[in-house]
T-cell receptor, first 118, second 117 residues
Framework: AQKITQTQPGMFVQEKEAVTLDCTYD???????LFWYKQPSSGEMIFLIY??????QNATEGRYSLNFQKARKSANLVISASQLGDSAMYFC???????????????FGTGTQLKVEL | DAGVIQSPRHEVTEMGQEVTLRCKPI?????LFWYRQTMMRGLELLIY????????DSGMPEDRFSAKMPNASFSTLKIQPSEPRDSAVYFC???????????????FGPGTRLTVT
């Protein structure tokens, strides 16, 4: 069974600084996908970024990048130039077999609460 | 697109009552997922459907919970009878299916906040 570990319950960062949110995963499968979601205080779950296990380059989406280190089984989220609106809970998640598409369930970590300060 | 639609957004009910949560996935998505979020257990998958067929219901906590997907545009999660420990936020999510890049991110609805007193 797969497992996601997020060891930082809470993080603080100053506005305009970069921040790294840690995520490690455990699976014996070779084919999997890694995701990050943002949950602001309003409660919705917002998809941020995806990394496939066979992707050779780290994923980037605007100010978000995923530092994927396969041998270490880590998939850290880097947010550059933090903004006050980035304050939220961030979840790392994994699914197996991304290449089959559809029907793959997500296993979530416990989340990291990020607070951006002036 | 309107995104995943869930109703009601908030539900307060008394213990023992039946509760029905509703979800409309994004048009064209072929997989639908029901999750529950609590402080104690975090986000956990209850059940998911692929092409309207239940694939994995191992996360459904007990027989009081049931889910249906009668067609591609509608699903329900029913709790009968409800108990205070069922209080949680229930999310519905849908998946766009196979794509050229093989990514399969799920798009979440706004959630239903259920309180059972």
């Amino acid at each position: 069974a797969q497992k996601i570990t997020q060891t930082q319950p809470g993080m603080f960062v100053q506005e305009k600084e970069a921040v790294t949110l840690d995520c490690t995963y455990d699976t014996s499968d070779q084919s999997y996908g890694l995701f990050w979601y943002k949950q602001p205080s309003s409660g919705e779950m917002i998809f941020l970024i995806y990394q496939g296990s066979y992707d050779e380059q780290n994923a980037t989406e605007g100010r978000y990048s995923l530092n994927f280190q396969k041998a270490r089984k880590s998939a850290n989220l880097v947010i550059s130039a933090s903004q006050l609106g980035d304050s939220a809970m961030y979840f790392c998640a994994m699914s197996l077999s991304p290449f089959t598409g559809g029907g793959n369930k997500l296993t979530f970590g416990t989340g990291t609460q990020l607070k951006v300060e002036l | 697109d309107a995104g995943v639609i869930q109703s009601p957004r908030h539900e307060v009910t008394e213990m023992g009552q039946e509760v029905t949560l509703r979800c409309k996935p994004i048009s064209g998505h072929n997989s639908l997922f029901w999750y529950r979020q609590t402080m104690m257990r975090g986000l956990e998958l209850l059940i998911y459907f692929n092409n309207n067929v239940p694939i994995d219901d191992s996360g459904m906590p007990e027989d009081r919970f049931s889910a249906k997907m009668p067609n591609a545009s509608f699903s329900t999660l029913k709790i009968q009878p409800s108990e205070p420990r069922d209080s949680a936020v229930y999310f519905c999510a849908s998946n766009p299916g196979t794509s050229g890049r093989g990514r399969n991110e799920q798009y979440f609805g706004p959630g239903t906040r259920l309180t059972v007193t």
